[in-house]
């Protein structure tokens, strides 16, 4: 399979940002909540204020205990949504389990919700008149495109853990004249699908060796956003030596979805700023 190199994509985005900041003369910040010590969390934050710097967008981490109260952190966001110095705000997740997640994603200002999880955003979005198009399926979409291939009329696949992300995934897909559908880790594993019959598959469930080549069409797109670490090693969910001889394109896990990821925050970043001064 043809490797989709995520940084390159990644890469041209951050540059294409890093310009319009400069030419606009925009000041943009992103604010960052931190709760505890999960090393990945940590890694992913530390990746996001490096891309940060390099495109010119101002980057606060706030770092809170493992044990934070829920009113603490919903203290910070607001100090974070009355602070003109920020544009942006994510809440970085996992949160530790006494903290209600979706509570603390819609205390943040709808026009600050870079990740786009907010109630009203979403709404918007699957509206088709969204603020923030959504970061994952976002960066999903930089990768098919980059393949070159004409999407309209493709059938897609896509393998996930959440109800929200699948139709996420489906409506994105669906304005680039996709037809997908999706289903549930288990949906695979008792080979209730049969992935033969798509163009397209797209998989974020965070289960190694989930999808093996000879479960493929050939000549078939395939994005794998799942990630898992195990050991030393970061795995996706496509067991890498059973597709890379087939003919189709792949997205690698690491290297792949990721860096595309943090290019479409920090490119709703600069939205939010450049909507802020409007």
Same mark, same amino acid.
């Given at each position: 399979?043809?490797?989709?190199?995520?940084?390159?994509?990644?890469?041209?985005?951050?540059? /294409?940002?890093?310009?319009?900041?400069?030419?606009?003369?925009?000041?943009? &910040?992103?604010?960052?909540?931190?709760?505890?010590?999960? #090393?990945?969390?940590?890694?992913?934050?530390?990746?996001?204020?490096?891309?940060?710097?390099?495109?010119?967008?101002?980057?606060?981490?706030?770092?809170?205990?493992?044990?934070?109260?829920?009113? #603490?952190?919903?203290?910070?966001?607001?100090?974070?949504?009355?602070?003109?110095?920020?544009?942006?705000?994510?809440?970085?997740?996992?949160? =530790?389990?006494?903290?209600?997640?979706?509570?603390?994603?819609?205390?943040?200002?709808?026009?600050?919700?870079?990740?786009?999880?907010?109630?009203?955003?979403?709404?918007? *979005?699957?509206?088709?008149?969204?603020?923030? *198009?959504?970061?994952?399926?976002?960066?999903?979409?930089?990768?098919?495109?980059?393949?070159?291939?004409?999407?309209?009329?493709? #059938?897609?696949?896509?393998?996930?853990?959440?109800?929200?992300?699948?139709?996420?995934?489906?409506?994105?897909? &669906?304005?680039? &004249?996709?037809?997908?559908?999706? *289903?549930?880790?288990?949906?695979?594993?008792? @080979?209730?699908? /049969?992935?033969? /019959? *798509?163009?397209?598959?797209?998989?974020?469930?965070?289960?190694? &060796?989930?999808?093996?080549? #000879?479960?493929?069409?050939?000549?078939?797109?395939?994005?794998?956003?799942?990630?898992?670490?195990?050991?030393?090693?970061?795995?996706?969910?496509?067991?890498?030596?059973?597709?890379?001889?087939?003919?189709?394109?792949?997205?690698?896990? =690491?290297?792949?979805?990721?860096?595309?990821?943090?290019?479409?925050?920090?490119?709703?970043?600069?939205?939010?700023?450049? @909507?802020?001064?409007?």
């Amino acid at each position: 399979m043809e490797i989709l190199n995520g940084k390159k994509i990644a890469d041209r985005i951050l540059e /294409d940002l890093r310009n319009k900041i400069l030419q606009e003369n925009l000041n943009p &910040g992103l604010g960052v909540v931190l709760v505890g010590s999960d #090393e990945a969390s940590r890694i992913y934050v530390s990746l996001k204020g490096k891309a940060a710097e390099k495109v010119g967008i101002g980057f606060r981490k706030i770092e809170m205990d493992e044990k934070s109260s829920e009113s #603490e952190v919903l203290a910070e966001i607001s100090k974070l949504n009355a602070d003109p110095e920020i544009s942006g705000i994510i809440v970085q997740l996992p949160l =530790p389990s006494q903290l209600d997640k979706i509570r603390i994603i819609q205390a943040i200002d709808p026009e600050k919700d870079v990740d786009g999880f907010h109630e009203e955003n979403i709404g918007l *979005f699957f509206a088709g008149r969204e603020r923030f *198009f959504p970061v994952f399926p976002g960066a999903i979409l930089e990768l098919l495109e980059s393949v070159g291939e004409k999407l309209e009329n493709k #059938e897609a696949a896509i393998i996930c853990n959440s109800q929200e992300f699948g139709k996420a995934m489906r409506s994105a897909l &669906g304005r680039e &004249g996709v037809a997908a559908r999706y *289903f549930f880790r288990d949906d695979i594993q008792d @080979n209730l699908v /049969d992935l033969k /019959d *798509f163009d397209i598959v797209i998989t974020a469930c965070g289960a190694p &060796g989930l999808v093996r080549g #000879e479960m493929l069409r050939g000549g078939a797109i395939v994005i794998d956003g799942g990630i898992t670490k195990l050991e030393n090693k970061v795995l996706g969910d496509v067991d890498f030596d059973s597709v890379k001889d087939l003919p189709g394109h792949l997205s690698p896990v =690491p290297g792949g979805v990721g860096p595309v990821t943090i290019a479409c925050l920090l490119r709703n970043v600069y939205l939010a700023a450049k @909507n802020a001064r409007i």
